[in-house]
């Protein structure tokens, strides 16, 4: 059973627009989140994250907003440049927990100019 | 300051056969986890090692194993080769255990099974 859910398998976004990306988890016990970025042929990079006391964290374009309730976080990147297109990953764990951390399948997103 | 670099990047084996990778953290770090990312399945965990021990492990089976060095470059071994382990194996490294913060990655092995 997939404990963390990323819907959208690719999203078309025009550069200098808002692009959304959608994660939902399973997890009640998940209370830190982190979202990935990877291009092709290299490893992912840390992008940002959030822990479950805040329901926002922004840092520069990219902001990531958490709603517990709901079980849903979100990444937002305002404006999109051409740079953006990669494959975002978000991740959870359990800060007390003994598990790694959980990725979901990816979002390809892509930046039309 | 040096990434976590993973050898060899590109490998062919054949069913049947085994296969041993490796990764060298970023120095000063004490945790390496190992993930298997496949088209379909994103990235899921094999396995991680804090301190030269198996912390956790994935729903993977007993055919993937690893260990840890007490410089923390870490092992995976995979034995008996099937075309479904044909995939990207990615290390990650981080300070502390990896539920509790950012995990660098390296660049990964792609490992193809014929």
């Known amino acids: 059973d997939q404990q963390v859910k990323q819907n959208s398998p690719s999203l078309s976004v025009q550069e200098g627009r808002i692009s959304i990306l959608n994660c939902d988890y399973t997890?009640?016990?998940?209370?830190?989140f982190l979202w990935y970025k990877k291009y092709p042929a290299e490893g992912p990079t840390f992008l940002i994250s959030?822990?479950?006391?805040?329901d926002k964290n922004e840092d520069g374009r990219f902001t990531v907003f958490l709603n517990k309730s709901a079980k849903h976080l979100s990444l937002h990147i305002v404006p999109s440049q051409p740079g953006d297109s990669a494959v975002y990953f978000c991740?959870?764990?359990?800060?007390?927990?003994?598990?790694?951390?959980?990725f979901g399948k990816g979002t390809h997103l892509i930046i039309q100019p | 300051k040096a990434g976590v670099t993973q050898t060899p990047r590109y490998l062919i084996k054949t069913r049947g056969q085994q296969v041993t990778l490796s990764c060298s953290p970023i120095?000063?770090?004490?945790?390496v986890s190992w993930y298997q990312q496949t088209p379909g399945q994103g990235l899921q965990f094999l396995f991680e090692?804090?301190?030269?021990?198996?912390?956790n492990k994935g729903n993977f089976p007993g055919r993937f194993s690893g260990r840890q060095f007490s410089n923390s470059r870490s092992e995976m071994n995979v034995s008996t080769l099937e075309l479904g382990d044909s995939a990207l194996y990615l290390c990650?490294?981080?300070?502390?255990?990896?539920?509790?913060?950012?995990?660098?990655f390296g660049e990964g092995s792609r490992l193809t099974v014929l």
């Open positions: 997890n009640s016990m998940f209370d830190y």
């Open positions: 991740a959870a764990s359990s800060i007390g927990g003994a598990d790694g951390l959980t």
């Open positions: 959030i822990s479950s006391i805040k």
């Open positions: 990650a490294s981080s300070f502390q255990q990896s539920n509790t913060g950012e995990l660098f």
């Open positions: 120095s000063g770090h004490r945790s």
């Open positions: 090692y804090f301190s030269e021990t198996q912390r």
